[in-house]
């Protein structure tokens, strides 16, 4: 049997579009309900599978009101907004939708974030707690493979991995969030392996670490003689990637300016070289931040537009701290990964050893403690590893062999962690590290990923 929506939308020629697209898509559309009192009727009458719902209405309640009593009844929402103030938009969210879909209607976008929709609706319902799980093997060995590249076994990253491999397959965008060095690329990787654009390239873009006049050549490319200096005919990043997928990394970093080109590669999948055409690209966008959008759209350095059309598919990558029964499977890993490598025969780690990498709060997260355990294989010699350096007292002060001057390296580094711990773990902007360092933000971040933060 189709699947019954209803739209609750009081702007006609709107609601009239979005119904032409979905009955279009084979869906049942119950009439069109104008205010929240009109759709309570119609409810009581017939249970949609699925609500639309506009958050400005007639009457004098709101979509957000009807979200309530709808998500009282376990009936989905999705809903349908034009660019609302910030705190509109955190009233909506609270509410719990399964998305929000922004005006004009495209179809392309309206039916990607229904099936978005069912998907999650289905995994709300789901009552074992082990169907949530992606399982370990399947007949597609591209999957088996690069699944075992992702290493965890707590709930939290299970969960995203079986969301992950929803979406894959799909053209919606993924906005991947999380604190630095929590696997945001090795998902986006994830990702484009998994899709059918695998055959097609995977260009990964650093936004942080471009020099902000060279963004936009880098991006969108520029015909030779465009400005001074483009001696030679530039194909950008996008252009490169057609067929494939882009992944840009700190998305919060690009320019105002860029947002609005940028969201024209979104929306129209289309790009503008500098002192060239218009043309087309067929690609996919992945994008990653450490970053919270919310704030940078509330500040005004982020486009409210280009925010709701990059967070259809949001993915959240927790903080090791936050999944400390991954810390022994992923050290193991990186012990397997890594021992043969250097010539060493090490089979494991001593109980010692693994109290401490479970108790301490890895602050640069799966990175830290890769090159921690890269260290610990070169320095170790015997087949067990018996000693590691996590960072704090226990490593700076006394040992039994009396006061033990910190290298360089060791300095630099707890001085980059007191830095962060100081900005609440901020990297750029405004009462960032960077700032406070007195360094530019894309040199503290590859720091960063030299010391293993
Ligand atoms: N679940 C995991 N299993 C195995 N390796 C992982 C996992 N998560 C992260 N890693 C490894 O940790 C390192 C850091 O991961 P990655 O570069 O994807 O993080 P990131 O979130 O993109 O960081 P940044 O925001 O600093 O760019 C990589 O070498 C990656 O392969």
Redesign the pocket.
């Known amino acids: 049997m189709e699947d019954t929506l209803l739209i609750v939308e009081d702007q006609f020629i709107e609601a009239n579009n979005l119904k032409i697209i979905l009955l279009k898509a084979d869906y049942h559309v119950l009439p069109i309900a104008r205010s929240v009192d009109d759709a309570l009727a119609i409810i009581d009458r017939q249970v949609p599978d699925l609500v639309l719902l506009d958050i400005f209405l007639k009457g004098e309640r709101t979509g957000i009101d009807l979200a309530h009593i709808l998500k009282a009844r376990g009936i989905a929402f999705v809903y349908l907004s034009a660019n609302s103030d910030k705190s509109v938009f955190t009233a909506a969210k609270m509410t719990g939708p399964y998305g929000f879909l922004i005006k004009p209607f495209r179809e392309r976008d309206v039916l990607a974030m229904l099936d978005i929709a069912w998907y999650h609706h289905s995994q709300k319902v789901m009552v074992k707690d082990n169907e949530a799980k992606p399982k370990k093997t399947s007949n597609n060995p591209v999957r088996d493979r690069e699944l075992k ?4 076994e707590s709930g939290a ?1 299970q969960a995203l991995l079986k969301n992950v491999e929803t979406v894959a397959d799909t053209n919606v965008p993924v906005l991947l969030l ?1 604190e ?8 986006a990787k994830f990702i484009h392996e998994l899709s059918e654009r695998r055959s097609g390239k995977l260009i990964v873009v650093d936004c942080a670490a471009m020099p902000p006049h060279l963004v936009e050549s880098e991006l969108f490319g520029h015909e030779k003689g465009s400005f001074t200096g483009a001696t030679e005919k530039r194909i950008g990043k996008f252009e490169q990637a057609d067929g494939g997928t882009v992944f840009l ?1 700190e998305i919060g970093e690009l320019p105002l300016d860029l947002q609005v080109k940028f969201l024209r590669v979104l929306q129209e999948m289309e790009i503008e070289p500098i002192g060239g055409k218009r043309k087309k690209v067929n690609i996919r966008i992945l994008a ?1 931040t ?1 970053r919270n959008l919310e704030e940078e759209m509330a500040n005004g350095r982020f486009r409210m537009d280009l925010y709701y059309r990059l967070n259809i598919f949001p993915i959240n ?1 927790p903080a090791l701290r936050d999944r400390k029964s991954d810390i022994m499977p ?1 050290a193991v ?1 990186f012990l397997e990964m890594n021992a043969a490598k250097f010539g060493k025969n090490i089979t494991g780690f001593s109980d010692e050893v693994r109290q401490t990498l479970t108790h301490y709060d890895w602050p640069g997260n ?2 830290e403690l ?1 090159n921690l355990i890269i260290r610990a294989i070169l320095l170790c010699h015997g087949n067990q590893i018996g000693e590691v350096q996590v960072p704090g007292p226990s490593v700076t002060g006394e040992t039994s062999k009396g006061l033990r001057v910190k290298t360089m390296t060791e300095s630099e580094r707890d001085h980059i962690l007191a830095a962060l711990r100081q900005c609440n773990w901020k990297i750029y902007g405004p009462g960032g590290a960077a700032e406070l360092l007195a360094i530019n933000g894309s040199t503290l ?1 590859s720091r960063m ?1 030299k010391l293993g933060i």
């Not at 590249?149 to 965890?152: A, R, T």
């Not at 630095?180 to 998902?187: A, H, P």
């Open positions: 590249k992702i290493v965890g990253i999380g630095s060095g929590t696997g945001k690329e090795l998902i990394d990653a450490n990558l992923l890993y799966v990175r890769e971040k990923k």
